[in-house]
């Protein structure tokens, strides 16, 4: 965030006056409120608000402490974020058993200085660990038998590492409410496809069965909506004459990592703002690109194009 404004969320079970409590203690204290959210999904009520703390009247210490105490009598968790406290941001990846994204990540990684660390690797399975070990990272299997994940145990590792942003590298599971609603719009997903088209499983198939002529991938925000969340950037590619869904995974996986990195790089640098469910470029003259390359531009006919309708007037065209 480059606008010096507070985030504070407030996480928990659905009850009266929770609005009313945190507002009313930011009121007291010379907190201006200059955005509210709130939502319940699933029984569990979440409300993210960003506050402005130039003027209040206390210290941050004393606020943490009030906002934690008020969680305590209100049965909810309450988080709070100063603009400074996103400097030291960390990473976690989530995965299931598809390396490639988790591969493209500890190589970038490794290769480049960023701002950011990656540090915990986190899946539903254990196949991924031996990866992660390569590159001295630490891995944790929450998963069951079935891949099925304990997302308590999820939100207990995320909280130790003081995770700010979450990864999700083909993470074949969906979040709870319970996960998105405590990191909105700091979970990343790639999907396997141009989304709104196909989204859920089995993407490459669907764009087989459908008859595509181009298919892609998308990086987007998660929310609660299954693969309806603010789209980051997506690549587009080719599907070659009678390509089944083998052969199109193949092609797209590369760029699934591709552009997977490159959200990740727009969410890191504080490129994109999300207003009302889409994303935009803070500085649209700038270098970054959500979409396809300039070359693509270059390719595209610019004629014709409709001219504009003559003027009438009194039933017959104007001369003018």
């Known amino acids: 965030m480059t606008d010096g404004l507070t985030e504070i969320t407030v996480i928990g079970d659905d009850d009266t006056g929770l609005i009313a409590g945190v507002t009313n203690l930011l009121f007291e204290r010379g907190i201006n409120i200059e955005d509210l959210d709130q939502a319940v999904r699933e029984g569990v009520f979440r409300m993210k608000t960003r506050v402005d703390t130039s ?6 210490d004393k606020l943490r402490e009030d906002l934690e105490e008020l969680g305590e009598d209100l049965g909810v ?18 995965v299931s058993k598809e390396s490639h994204p988790l591969r493209a990540i500890l190589e970038d990684w490794d290769a480049d200085d960023h701002d950011a660390e990656v540090s915990v690797v986190i899946g539903n399975h254990s196949d991924l660990e031996p990866l992660a070990e390569e590159h001295d990272l630490p891995f944790h299997d929450i998963g069951d038998d079935k891949g099925t994940p304990d997302e308590g145990e999820l939100l207990k590792l995320l909280n130790e590492y003081e995770i700010d942003l979450v990864v999700l590298a083909r993470y074949m599971r969906i979040l709870s409410p319970d996960v998105v609603f405590r990191y909105e719009n700091r979970i990343i997903n790639i999907h396997p496809s141009l989304l709104p088209s196909f989204p ?5 198939l669907q764009a087989v069965e459908e008859g ?17 969340g603010p789209i980051i950037t997506q690549n587009a590619f080719n599907v070659p004459p009678g390509a089944d869904a083998d052969e199109l995974r193949s092609i797209g996986q590369p760029v699934e990592a591709e552009t997977l990195l ?9 490129e994109i703002a999300v207003h009302r469910g889409r994303t935009r470029l803070r500085d649209p003259d700038g270098d970054a690109r959500l979409g396809a390359p300039e070359e693509l531009n270059a390719a595209l006919p610019d004629e014709p194009v409709d001219e504009p309708p ?3 007037v009194d039933g017959t065209p104007s001369e003018d």
């Open 55 to 60: 003027e209040m009247v206390c210290t941050r």
């Open 77 to 94: 968790e309450v988080r709070i974020r100063f603009p400074d406290d996103r400097e030291a941001r960390q990473i976690a990846v989530l």
């Open 200 to 204: 859920g499983a089995e993407a490459y």
């Open 212 to 228: 595509v002529r181009i298919a892609g991938v998308t990086a987007h925000y998660v929310t609660t909506d299954l693969d309806q």
């Open 262 to 270: 490159r959200a990740m790089d727009l969410h890191l640098n504080d």
């Open 310 to 312: 003559e003027p009438v």
